[in-house]
């Protein structure tokens, strides 16, 4: 089975994305809960910055930074989209 790739990340409002990927599937994914739980999300407070998301090589990722060596952000799509499944499936319960 082929697994998805992101086609697109942009910000919604601070601090939520919208990924879709290249199946078809989109969903909000809130960052709150990451954002100033350590040293390496602490750029992501500046909302101009998080603004500036972007998608990794061949789609597998998407985050901040993405070319710069030892200083990017980034995020595993598989469990990531596990979490904006969930998400969506709570929203409708």
Known sequence: ???PRI???EVVRY???LVTYDDGFSGEYDLS???GRGPIS???KDPEYFNHVAIGEY???FG???????EEIDFCIDSDRKNIEANRTSKKT
């Open 64 to 70: 901040w930074n993405l070319d710069v060596l030892g």
């Open 7 to 9: 086609k697109s990340v």
């Open 1 to 3: 089975m082929k697994q």
């Open 15 to 17: 601090p939520v994305l």
């Open 42 to 44: 602490e750029p992501l």
């Open 59 to 61: 789609g597998h990722t």
């Open 33 to 35: 809960h990451f954002i």
